[in-house]
């Protein structure tokens, strides 16, 4: 560790190029069957055999059993030379490959959910970071030795050391390492834009920042160990869902420990027939339990917190996921999230004794090399209004004055007069620092676009002030079909804004929200929320400033910015990557997807035992009662061919729903009742189908390949 | 509380019939005066599994009675019947009477048009639906030893 005073200017620090490459090409999805997860999973699902992991899972703890039963009493059989020994141990194999099957849908999931971890591992550097210790003078330190509390100083080109908050200085910063969006953004002390991630750059400027995490306990860290896997909670309704499987397996383990008596008493009364042998009963038991969504109920989870991923949300819960499912109402902030935030040029208003077509003039020359939107509508509205086109300066002699955050303006010095934009009380300063005076229609104009909720930009020559450029706020595109797609879902829109009422209006009519609040004061948001829920309503909430903190905390579901305050961050129950308001639409298509996936699988898995008992019955009871083979609808060849298809179709139709459990069941906007009907009449009535064409199927291949 | 409620009326039909198509007693003593619990039964073979599966669905879910003759008026299907009607039906009463209780104390949610109707032919489906297929899987079995195999036997020609 060496004592610097001024960092060295041309050291640039080592980035790990592969995990920024892959971030910035947006590969977040992997493809379903890639072949390194496959194998990872492949041998996860024999590992995970263990009686002591599958115990978790009741469904399939009772498979492994039988499965270890059969397997013992196969064995038995063997040494005693009874006959029957190629097909028992067929079934035992079978019944021990329902079990790893599950284990497989399970491992896949995590293994999905790893190799994302993984891709998000990689954008974490180990850059050196540039501590400032109480003499003010600065040691280079590895970025994993910084602790909550230190500070860092640091200026453009370099990479940001850990996530931490603005004390100091204003920036812009890039973030399309984490976000994957390459325009940058402005980070600065105070305000709602204090909050850096740890892993992003600085383009310009300098700042002193204050780590706010450990190493290891960043929202990066705590998301990766979600998505591993490994700090997952059940969540409420994965809990009621398991006690129903639970109990319907109680109950089908009932329905077959009572078949021995029966048959013996049969077998009594009639005077021939053989009792069912326990691989036969085992088998029995195994199709009837749902094992098709015991095996994939976890699959089912993981995979959807995998996907709230993809879409650049960092949720801290299974259970936020699951809640926005239900949410009712979602309230919104005004600037930068219905609104652009970046403000486009709508108008040119001169001052006294000014041309307008000199104002749009000078305006748009001082405004072509500035990079910002705004800059950039100011050129575009002085060519479409006064056909001014972007003029060659290169014969001139232009000197640019690029926009500072402390100058608060920017512009061009050319041909000897100095041209200014920025503002108004930044260049009311500047023309009186030229020797210049500010006529009082300044204020008067600039003080009527604020009040209808537009920016005004003073433009000035040396020591003339010309006149205001008015950007307004822009409603940002597409939020009209987004709103209307929330509330398809029967989610209510609310706009709550510090702005006044009638710009309030003005925007909220524009937009489509379908209620506001204007005037509203942190406290305000907070009475809202509570009066929904009084009313029975789930909230979720959309903010990102440390005003919007205690709001945020208590909706139900708490969406924070990423651009937002770490105060935000921590209250809310989700980090919206992309900063987006709207991400809400995709978090509610998922957790309600979520829930619809579990409740088709469940009700496949139970449909299919209609097709099994016609299949295992006869089979078990043809030889006490011939005239139970009237039951065997499918004609098939054998007792045994009939009970070892049954085994194999309920172990293979776990793999073939793998990928539905891990993309979800498509969700569409549509009411409960008619999801629930098209749901119904495809996984119920399909689940009720499918195995008779299944089995069938496979008890002709077993037929035809001797195995039976 | 619904799986305890479902759980508990099979346990003690299928449960107390299993016993009883098995259960040797001996003849002419205490509990069960005709000798091994199955030989109660008026006829043999499959319309006995009925008889006894009866016994005790109508203990638990009906009215009580006996059918085709069995003779039901012994020590020991007089205590298993009791018993079957004393879990049966309220260990089903008192979880229903829960579940109510639980749902009562629940704030209401507004209808949204996420809400699931009550009211419709989905509804009635659904629940129709629901209760045909758990029921049948629950007792196809048994069944398909008394009444199914039965009713095969009585298009062959046999009767009892």
């Given at each position: 560790?060496?004592?610097?005073?001024?960092?060295?200017?041309?050291r640039?620090?080592?980035?790990?190029?592969?995990?920024?490459?892959?971030?910035?090409?947006?590969?977040?999805?992997?493809?379903?069957?890639?072949?390194?997860?496959?194998?990872?999973?492949?041998?996860?699902?024999?590992?995970?055999?263990?009686?002591?992991?599958?115990?978790?899972?009741?469904?399939?703890?009772?498979?492994?059993?039988?499965?270890?039963?059969?397997?013992?009493?196969?064995?038995?059989?063997?040494?005693?030379g009874?006959?029957?020994?190629?097909?028992?141990?067929?079934?035992?194999?079978?019944?021990?490959?329902?079990?790893?099957?599950?284990?497989?849908?399970e491992?896949?999931?995590?293994?999905?959910?790893?190799?994302?971890?993984?891709?998000?591992?990689?954008?974490?550097?180990?850059?050196?970071?540039r501590?400032?210790?109480?003499?003010?003078?600065?040691?280079?330190?590895?970025?994993?030795r910084?602790?909550?509390?230190?500070?860092?100083?640091?200026?453009?080109?370099?990479?940001?050391?850990?996530?931490?908050?603005?004390?100091d200085?204003?920036?812009?910063?890039?973030?399309?390492?984490?976000?994957?969006?390459?325009?940058?953004?402005?980070?600065?002390?105070?305000?709602?834009?204090?909050?850096?991630?740890?892993?992003?750059?600085?383009?310009?400027?300098?700042?002193?920042?204050?780590?706010?995490?450990?190493?290891?306990?960043?929202?990066?860290?705590?998301?990766?160990?979600?998505?591993?896997?490994?700090?997952?909670?059940?969540?409420?309704?994965?809990?009621?869902?398991?006690?129903?499987i639970?109990?319907?397996?109680?109950?089908?383990?009932?329905?077959?420990?009572?078949?021995?008596?029966?048959?013996?008493?049969?077998?009594?009364?009639?005077?021939?027939?053989?009792?069912?042998?326990?691989?036969?009963l085992?088998?029995?038991?195994?199709?009837?339990?749902?094992?098709?969504?015991?095996?994939?109920?976890?699959?089912?989870?993981?995979?959807?917190?995998?996907?709230?991923?993809?879409?650049?949300?960092?949720?801290?819960?299974?259970?936020?996921?699951?809640?926005?499912?239900?949410?009712?109402?979602?309230?919104?902030?005004?600037?930068?999230?219905?609104?652009?935030?970046?403000?486009?040029?709508?108008?040119?208003?001169?001052?006294?004794?000014?041309?307008?077509?000199?104002?749009?003039?000078?305006?748009?020359?001082?405004?072509?090399?500035?990079?910002?939107?705004?800059?950039?509508?100011?050129?575009?509205?002085?060519?479409?209004?006064?056909?001014?086109?972007?003029?060659?300066?290169?014969?001139?002699e232009?000197q640019?004055?690029?926009?500072?955050?402390?100058?608060?303006?920017?512009?061009?010095?050319?041909?000897?007069?100095?041209?200014?934009?920025?503002?108004?009380?930044?260049?009311?300063?500047?023309?009186?620092?030229?020797?210049?005076?500010?006529?009082?229609?300044?204020?008067?104009?600039?003080?009527?676009?604020?009040?209808?909720?537009?920016?005004?930009?003073?433009?000035?020559?040396?020591?003339?002030?010309?006149?205001?450029?008015?950007?307004?706020?822009?409603?940002?595109?597409?939020?009209?079909?987004?709103?209307?797609?929330?509330?398809?879902?029967?989610?209510?829109s609310?706009?709550?804004?510090?702005?006044?009422?009638?710009?309030?209006?003005?925007?909220?009519?524009?937009?489509?929200?379908?209620?506001?609040?204007?005037?509203?004061?942190?406290?305000?948001?907070?009475?809202?929320?509570?009066?929904?829920?009084?009313?029975?309503?789930?909230?979720?909430?959309?903010?990102?400033?440390?005003?919007?903190?205690?709001?945020?905390?208590?909706?139900?579901?708490?969406?924070?910015?990423?651009?937002?305050?770490?105060?935000?961050?921590?209250?809310g129950?989700?980090?919206?990557?992309?900063?987006?308001?709207?991400?809400?639409?995709?978090?509610?298509?998922?957790?309600?997807?979520?829930?619809?996936?579990?409740?088709?699988?469940?009700?496949?898995?139970?449909a299919?035992?209609?097709?099994?008992?016609?299949?295992?019955?006869?089979?078990?009871?043809?030889?006490?009662?011939?005239?139970?083979n009237?039951?065997?609808?499918?004609?098939?060849?054998?007792?045994q061919?009939?009970?070892?298809?049954?085994?194999?179709?309920?172990?293979?139709?776990?793999?073939?729903?793998?990928?539905?459990?891990?993309?979800?069941?498509?969700?569409?906007?549509?009411?409960?009742?008619?999801?629930?009907?098209?749901?119904l009449?495809?996984y119920?009535?399909?689940?009720?189908?499918?195995?008779?064409?299944?089995?069938?199927?496979?008890?002709?291949?077993?037929?035809?390949?001797?195995?039976? | 509380?619904?799986?305890?409620?479902?759980?508990?009326?099979?346990?003690?039909?299928?449960?107390?019939?299993?016993?009883?198509?098995?259960?040797?007693?001996?003849?002419?003593?205490?509990?069960?005066?005709?000798?091994?619990?199955?030989?109660n039964?008026?006829?043999?073979?499959?319309?006995?599994?009925?008889?006894?599966?009866?016994?005790?669905?109508?203990?638990?879910?009906?009215?009580?009675?006996?059918?085709?003759?069995?003779?039901?008026n012994?020590?020991?299907?007089?205590?298993?019947?009791?018993?079957?009607?004393?879990?049966?039906?309220?260990?089903?009463?008192?979880?229903?009477?829960?579940?109510?209780?639980?749902?009562?104390?629940?704030?209401?949610?507004?209808?949204?048009?996420?809400?699931?109707?009550?009211?419709?032919?989905?509804?009635?489906?659904?629940?129709?639906?629901?209760?045909?297929?758990?029921?049948?899987?629950?007792?196809?079995?048994?069944?398909?030893?008394g009444?199914?195999?039965?009713?095969?036997?009585?298009?062959?020609?046999?009767?009892?």
């Amino acid at each position: 560790m060496s004592t610097v005073s001024v960092p060295p200017a041309d050291r640039k620090p080592e980035i790990k190029e592969e995990g920024v490459a892959l971030l910035s090409r947006g590969v977040r999805s992997r493809p379903l069957f890639d072949p390194e997860i496959l194998r990872r999973a492949i041998k996860e699902s024999f590992v995970k055999l263990n009686p002591r992991m599958v115990a978790k899972n009741p469904v399939m703890f009772v498979v492994e059993v039988g499965a270890a039963l059969t397997t013992v009493f196969v064995v038995k059989d063997a040494i005693a030379g009874a006959s029957g020994v190629f097909f028992g141990i067929q079934i035992a194999f079978w019944l021990w490959f329902t079990v790893v099957f599950a284990n497989f849908a399970e491992a896949m999931a995590e293994a999905r959910g790893k190799a994302q971890a993984d891709t998000l591992r990689k954008t974490k550097t180990d850059t050196m970071a540039r501590r400032l210790l109480p003499n003010d003078k600065f040691e280079m330190v590895p970025a994993s030795r910084l602790r909550k509390g230190d500070v860092v100083y640091c200026e453009a080109g370099y990479l940001i050391p850990g996530d931490g908050e603005v004390i100091d200085g204003v920036a812009s910063v890039d973030e399309s390492v984490i976000t994957g969006e390459s325009a940058p953004v402005i980070r600065e002390s105070g305000g709602d834009r204090s909050a850096v991630t740890g892993g992003t750059r600085v383009l310009s400027d300098h700042i002193k920042i204050r780590i706010t995490s450990n190493p290891g306990e960043t929202f990066l860290d705590r998301m990766i160990a979600l998505v591993e896997g490994a700090v997952r909670q059940k969540t409420p309704n994965e809990i009621a869902l398991n006690i129903l499987i639970a109990g319907l397996t109680l109950i089908f383990l009932l329905a077959v420990a009572t078949l021995p008596p029966y048959a013996k008493y049969s077998i009594a009364a009639v005077g021939s027939g053989i009792a069912p042998t326990v691989a036969v009963l085992v088998s029995l038991l195994v199709c009837l339990i749902p094992t098709t969504i015991g095996g994939l109920l976890s699959a089912i989870g993981i995979a959807g917190m995998d996907r709230v991923m993809q879409h650049n949300v960092l949720a801290m819960s299974g259970k936020a996921v699951e809640a926005s499912g239900d949410v009712n109402t979602l309230l919104l902030d005004k600037t930068g999230t219905i609104t652009l935030g970046n403000r486009q040029a709508v108008e040119f208003i001169p001052v006294n004794g000014v041309n307008e077509s000199e104002l749009a003039d000078a305006a748009q020359l001082s405004s072509l090399a500035d990079e910002t939107p705004e800059g950039r509508s100011v050129v575009v509205l002085a060519k479409e209004k006064y056909s001014l086109r972007g003029r060659e300066v290169a014969e001139h002699e232009a000197q640019f004055i690029p926009f500072s955050a402390y100058t608060r303006m920017s512009g061009v010095d050319l041909d000897g007069r100095r041209l200014r934009k920025g503002a108004t009380d930044a260049i009311a300063q500047f023309v009186k620092d030229e020797g210049g005076t500010v006529p009082p229609l300044l204020t008067e104009i600039s003080d009527r676009i604020s009040r209808n909720g537009g920016t005004p930009l003073a433009v000035a020559d040396g020591r003339r002030i010309l006149g205001v450029i008015h950007l307004k706020d822009i409603v940002k595109g597409g939020m009209r079909e987004r709103l209307a797609s929330l509330r398809a879902m029967g989610i209510r829109s609310v706009m709550i804004t510090g702005d006044n009422p009638l710009t309030a209006a003005a925007i909220a009519q524009e937009a489509g929200v379908d209620d506001f609040l204007a005037q509203a004061t942190p406290n305000d948001k907070l009475e809202y929320i509570q009066k929904e829920q009084a009313q029975g309503r789930l909230v979720a909430m959309t903010g990102d400033g440390s005003n919007d903190a205690p709001a945020l905390a208590q909706a139900d579901v708490g969406v924070a910015m990423n651009t937002g305050t770490m105060v935000a961050k921590e209250a809310g129950n989700m980090v919206d990557l992309d900063s987006n308001p709207t991400k809400l639409i995709e978090i509610v298509a998922i957790g309600k997807q979520l829930l619809i996936t579990r409740g088709s699988l469940t009700t496949f898995s139970i449909a299919n035992d209609v097709a099994k008992y016609f299949a295992i019955i006869p089979a078990m009871f043809a030889s006490i009662y011939p005239e139970l083979n009237k039951l065997n609808i499918m004609g098939l060849h054998s007792p045994q061919s009939a009970v070892l298809a049954a085994v194999i179709f309920n172990a293979v139709i776990i793999i073939a729903l793998v990928p539905l459990a891990l993309r979800g069941v498509q969700y569409k906007p549509v009411s409960a009742g008619q999801m629930l009907t098209r749901n119904l009449l495809i996984y119920g009535l399909g689940g009720i189908i499918v195995p008779f064409p299944g089995i069938w199927l496979i008890d002709k291949i077993l037929v035809a390949t001797h195995l039976v | 509380m619904a799986i305890i409620a479902v759980l508990a009326t099979s346990l003690v039909i299928l449960g107390f019939t299993a016993l009883s198509s098995v259960a040797p007693f001996a003849k002419n003593g205490y509990w069960n005066a005709p000798g091994p619990a199955a030989a109660n039964t008026n006829n043999n073979g499959s319309h006995g599994l009925s008889e006894i599966l009866y016994a005790y669905s109508s203990g638990a879910g009906n009215n009580g009675s006996a059918f085709a003759g069995i003779n039901a008026n012994t020590p020991w299907y007089n205590l298993t019947i009791g018993l079957d009607m004393l879990v049966g039906r309220f260990l089903f009463i008192i979880p229903a009477l829960a579940i109510a209780g639980s749902l009562a104390s629940k704030k209401l949610v507004p209808i949204t048009s996420g809400t699931l109707p009550t009211n419709g032919t989905l509804f009635v489906v659904l629940l129709v639906g629901t209760v045909i297929i758990v029921g049948a899987l629950t007792y196809f079995p048994a069944l398909s030893l008394g009444p199914i195999v039965e009713h095969f036997q009585m298009l062959n020609g046999k009767l009892f």
